[in-house]
């Protein structure tokens, strides 16, 4: 599968319930050239979501969307509003960056193959919630970092990109999230510029990264 969107700008939509940390790395990533492609829309469930903030200081399309009646998913309603934001504002990718909700059906299938998603472990180790604190209570010496197409499973898609990071002695949930979070600020940006440059092909559950010269390396993905 190729990304490429021909001569356009290639055009991210990005989904954030919180601070948007790795938002604010590919933001300024798309700014520096580093990654080839532009934030076209920023969308949250959360309405007073730092992400927003962050997008609106930035001269960036930032919207609140309203999930609807549901805690962990988005109703009927709400994922046709937030798929139509998506098409208005042309989107060649949507990447979930700290997105709360779990997508599916008539999301994953409008946005077939184009939907990525960064995770705090090494998957398919620690899926879910707080795999930082999973991967500490299980006494593991290295976890990390995934970024992944999104799939109708939960942290369950073909991996796009990894990378690890030590648990060091005496670290706290705090202070491991942390060193992750940091690993995230590179990787992310990495593997999108990848997918806007065309380089990476999907092959079932394999991802194969074609350009090994590509400006932005992500380490650990080929
Ligand atoms: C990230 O740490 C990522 O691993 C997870 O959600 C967190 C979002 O953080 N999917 P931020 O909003 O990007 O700061």
Redesign the pocket.
Known sequence: MSLMSGERTFRLGVL????????VAIADACSAGTVPAEVAVVLSDVENAL?LERARERGLSARFIPPGKFRTKLDETAEAAYIAALREARVDLVV???FMRILKGEFLRTFAQRVV????ALLPSFPGLE?WKQALDYGVKVTG?TVHFVDQGIDTGPILAQQTVPVLAGDTPATL?AR??EA?RALYPAAIAALARGDVKVQGRQTVWETPSSKLQAPNTR
């Open positions: 954030g319930s919180g601070k948007g940390s790795n938002f992400i979930l960056a700290g998603n960064i995770h705090p795999a970092v999230h992750i979070q995230e």
